[in-house]
C-alpha cells in the first residue's frame, strides 16, 4: 500500500510541477471539440456568400480567378479562400478553419500580453492562461468562426497585436498590424480615431506612418493584382461594401434602431454628430495636456469602438466584435470595469441571436439603450482617467 501511495505521490507531484501545460492542453482540447460541434452549421451567409464565392474561385482556376473575384470582400480574404480551393475539403469546413486558426493566435496573444503585463503579479501565469481559455470561450468568438463561418477574428487579432506594439513603444510595428486589420475589414477604422489623438497629443510619431496602413493592404493584394485585378479595385473595394446595404440598421442595437422609419439623411447627422465627438474628445485632450499610458490608450479604444458602432450607420449584428475582445483584455490587464466587458459581449451575443435563429432575447430599442448608457459610463470613465 505504501508504494502504491508513494508512485501517486509522485504522479501528483509531476501534475502540480507541470499544472500550467496541463490546463492548456485541457483547454485546447475543450475549446476544439466545442468548435467541432459547431462546424456542420450552414449559415445564411455562407449558403448566399461565401459558398457560391469559393465555387466560382474553384472554376475560375483558384489563384487565377482572383482577376475577377466574386463579393465584395477584400482581396486577402479572397486570397486564402482561392488557397483553400485546392485543398480538397468540404468549403464549409476549410473556411471556417481559417477562422478557427485565429481564435486560437488570438488566444495566445491575449493570454502572452497578460503575462507580460501582470509581470509584477504572483499569479500572472493562472491570469494569462485564464484570459487565454475564456478568449476561446467567449460566446461571440466561439460563434463567429465556428458556428456562422465569418472571419472578423482576423483582423480583430491584428488590432490587438496593433495594441500590443503600442504597449511595446514599437510604433512602427503598431501601424503594420492596423495596415493588416485594414486589409482584412473596414471596420479597422473603429480604431483609428485613436492613432489621429494620439498622433496629435504624444508627437512621437510622424503622419508618414497612416501610409503604412494602405502599403500593406496594396502588398497583400498583390496575388490579385498579378492575376489581373486592377489595382484601384482593390484600393476601393471598401467603398464598393459601403453602398452594398440600403437599411440604417443591419440587426445592430444602436441608434438606427430607436427611430422608426428608414429615413436616409438620419445616417448623415450620425456620422457627422461621430465626427464632432471625436472632434470634442481631441479638443479635450489637447487642452488639458493628457499624458497617455497603456490604460488611457486601451479605454480610449474601447470607446472608440463603441462611438462608431452606435452613431455610424449600417452596422451589422457583429461589428462590436472588437469591443468584446478589448474590454475583455481592459479587465485582465487592470482589474476593473467587468460590468462593461459583461454588458458588450451581452450585447454582441443579442444581435448575433437575433441574426441566426431570429430571436429576440430582448427588445432592440432596448438594448440599444442600454448600449447608450453604456457609451455615457465609458466617456465618464475615460474623462475620470485622463485628468488622474
Known amino acids: ?31 476544439l471539440m466545442a468548435r ?97 481559455g475564456i478568449t476561446l470561450f467567449l460566446p461571440t468568438v466561439l460563434m463567429n468562426g465556428a458556428l456562422w463561418g465569418q472571419c472578423d477574428v482576423i483582423y480583430t487579432t491584428f488590432l490587438v497585436l496593433a495594441f500590443y506594439f503600442l504597449y511595446k513603444k514599437k510604433t512602427f510595428y503598431s501601424f503594420v498590424f492596423l495596415g493588416l486589420a485594414f486589409a482584412f475589414k473596414l471596420q479597422f477604422i473603429f480604431v483609428l480615431p485613436v492613432y489621429i489623438i494620439l498622433y496629435f497629443r504624444q508627437k512621437n510619431f510622424s503622419i508618414l506612418y497612416f501610409l503604412i496602413i494602405p502599403l500593406v493592404d496594396i502588398i497583400l493584394c498583390l496575388p490579385a493584382i498579378i492575376a ?26 444602436n441608434l438606427y434602431s430607436l427611430i422608426t422609419g428608414d429615413v436616409p439623411y438620419l445616417s448623415k447627422i450620425g456620422i457627422f454628430l461621430l465626427i464632432a465627438i471625436f472632434a470634442f474628445l481631441l479638443f479635450y485632450i489637447i487642452k488639458t495636456k493628457v ?8 479605454l480610449l479604444t474601447i470607446l472608440s469602438i463603441a462611438l462608431c458602432t452606435f452613431f455610424l450607420p449600417h452596422m ?14 481592459y479587465c485582465f490587464l487592470y482589474h476593473r470595469n467587468y460590468l462593461v466587458a459583461i454588458l458588450i459581449s451581452f450585447i454582441s451575443l443579442t444581435s448575433y441571436v437575433m441574426f441566426l435563429y431570429s430571436s429576440y432575447l430582448i427588445p432592440t430599442y432596448l438594448l440599444a439603450l442600454i448600449f447608450f448608457f453604456l457609451i455615457l459610463y465609458l466617456i465618464k470613465d475615460f474623462m475620470k482617467k485622463i485628468v488622474e
Not at 502540480?16 to 490546463?23: R, S, T, Y
Open 1 to 31: 500500500m505504501e508504494k502504491i501511495l508513494k508512485r501517486e505521490r509522485k504522479i501528483l507531484n509531476w501534475i502540480e510541477k507541470h499544472i500550467d501545460v496541463l490546463m492548456l492542453i485541457v483547454i485546447v482540447l475543450a475549446a
Open 36 to 132: 467541432y460541434f459547431l462546424l456542420s452549421y450552414e449559415s445564411g451567409d455562407y449558403l448566399t456568400f461565401l459558398k457560391p464565392w469559393f465555387y466560382e474561385l474553384k472554376e475560375a482556376g483558384g489563384l487565377r480567378g482572383l482577376a475577377n473575384y466574386p463579393g465584395d470582400y477584400n482581396a486577402p480574404y479572397m486570397t486564402i479562400m482561392a488557397l483553400l480551393t485546392y485543398l480538397k475539403v468540404n468549403p464549409l469546413i476549410s473556411i471556417k478553419l481559417v477562422s478557427i486558426f485565429f481564435d486560437f493566435l488570438l488566444a495566445f496573444v491575449i493570454g502572452k500580453f497578460v503575462y507580460e503585463v501582470r509581470k509584477e503579479d504572483k499569479n500572472r501565469s493562472m491570469l494569462a492562461i485564464l484570459a487565454f
Open 228 to 253: 489581373g485585378k486592377p489595382i484601384l479595385e482593390c484600393l476601393f473595394v471598401y467603398f464598393n461594401q459601403t453602398s452594398t446595404y440600403d437599411s440604417l440598421n443591419l440587426n445592430f442595437p
Open 291 to 298: 499624458v497617455f499610458n497603456p490604460e488611457k490608450i486601451l
Open 316 to 329: 451589422h449584428e457583429r461589428y462590436l466584435f472588437a469591443a468584446d475582445i478589448f474590454s475583455l483584455l
